[in-house]
């Protein structure tokens, strides 16, 4: 599916233009919805990302399915709900591309992160990561991924989006 | 090589990534006649005026209309028939249908015809499916050429009602409407079958221009009863089809069994470039080449006595790894998607108009003006957004500016809408 980034209606994969506004869909790269983002379109903020500072505040007693991605260089702690898919990518109000993790926040941009770039999926207790064919690939552990085939990801394991890195952890 | 339709087809993507989600493809399906002869026999034309002479069709556009009708009884061969009648407050055969023999004659009874009194259309349209019906033709195209300028009132179920026994009686119908005041959903619905058509006359100087276009137009009529099947491969759909050219129009189709889908597309006069644009909904599929759509073209050339004849054409789709992909789409399917879009927007906005949505018809008519400048059509853009901006203002379209747009759009009107641009 891709999503009209006028209107907002989702459209199929291979629209040229929206079915209901009318918008050219040319420049809308297709790429998996979460449910998660899905869920933002009624509210149209941006949920389950929380920025919590490392240093200032210590993370909160989790419950034991959650899990984290730690910003290397800025230290940034996102703390995420286990159980559903999670989008990595950068937002854009025009496109409507809410990501649940926004790493906007931390110069995505320059770091070559893709708006939708990868996506995180459970799995039966462990996690899947997915590169969505972003424009400068996903790597973990220094190693990059094929795009749209799903890799399992360990607690501790090094990802890389563009040239952003994060500690992926499980609580 | 024996005469016949040649198919040709362009997707919008050839090559589609591997992606697990069904995916979208236009096409656009060109047909062609090849290898027909040029002195193959014409059809005889079996040709009814249906004209209006309400007291506002008085001077230049009933004038017109004759100096038309004049041309018209030059144009006709002598296998041809043609008849003529008028309407007012009441309708009358001023022409029965006959031989164009003896033009001197038909021409004096043209220019007997005065202006004077009210519009009642149903009983002329009456007149005029009888008179279509009086020669005996073993083959040939029958149509009714209706000229109105205004509305008539109370009996507008009667001239569908009318239209719809000729269309199925084989007798397609040319609807014009001149001016600012006929009513253009009834011409619309009249015309709404795939033999038919409604155009917009803006001036009585294009009268003779268009009349003749069209007795020539039906004249080049070589190939009937074309009919278009789609087999969609197992999980596919055809989703809509469109004819693009030689003017915009939808065409119904009927999924007559699984994966398969039909729909009618009348006669073809030669002189008409015909194109069509299908969105074609593809299943997942595993990289590499698969059939997707296999296209049958029936028809029938009574000029050359070939009934029942056949072109195929089986559309192939190239599946490959996504990172392998681009998303370049053919420049000449994004260009007649784009009008097709505006044609449907402008549609919207006057469904939006009658419901009372402004706000939404306001934007419909914003959006139609952009694709139409990003398709070239400059000076239509400019009178869609102008009438954006009197709805968003006044909560009103101009009668003028909403005929102008829809036919517009369609490619039915001289000047703006006819110049066709290549890409």
Known sequence: MIRCRNCQANQMNGAIFCSECGESLLNVRPARETTASLNQQSSDMPVVVEDVPEETTPAPLLALNTISLVVINSGRRINLEAGEELLVGRKDNQRGIFPDVDLGLDGGYDAGVSRRHAIITPDHGAYLLEDLSSANGTFINGRRIAPQSPTPIQHGDELRFGTLILRFELN | MAPGIQLRSTLSRSLLPDITEEQLVYVLLEVSAHGVPTNISKLPLNLCLVIDRSSSMRGERLQQVKDAANRIVDMLTDDDYLSLVTFNDRAEV????QRPQHRPDLKRMISGIEAAGGTEMATGMALAL?????????????????????????DEGRCVEIARRAQGRGVGLTALGIGGEWNEDLLETMSARENSRTQYITSAAEITQIFTDEVKRMHSVFAQDLQLRAEVRPGGMLRSLDRVRPFIATVPIVEEKDLLWTSSLGD??????QAFLLEVVVPPLPAGDHPLVRLTLRYSLPGANLMNQEGNLVLRIGVRPSANISYEVDAT???WLERLVAYRLQAGAWQDVEAGRIEEATRRLQMAGTRLFEAGQIDLAR?????????SRSGQTSAEGRKRIKYGTRGLMQGEGMQEREV
């Open chain 2, 94 to 97: 001023v022409i029965p249908a």
């Open chain 2, 130 to 154: 009888q008179e279509t019906q009086r020669p005996l033709m073993g083959r040939g195209v029958s149509r009714i050429l209706l000229l109105t300028d205004g509305r008539t009132y109370g």
């Open chain 2, 383 to 391: 009178t869609v957004q102008e009438e954006a901006t009197r709805l």
């Open chain 2, 333 to 335: 399917v994004r260009h």
């Open chain 2, 268 to 273: 073809w006069p030669g002189t008409d470039p």
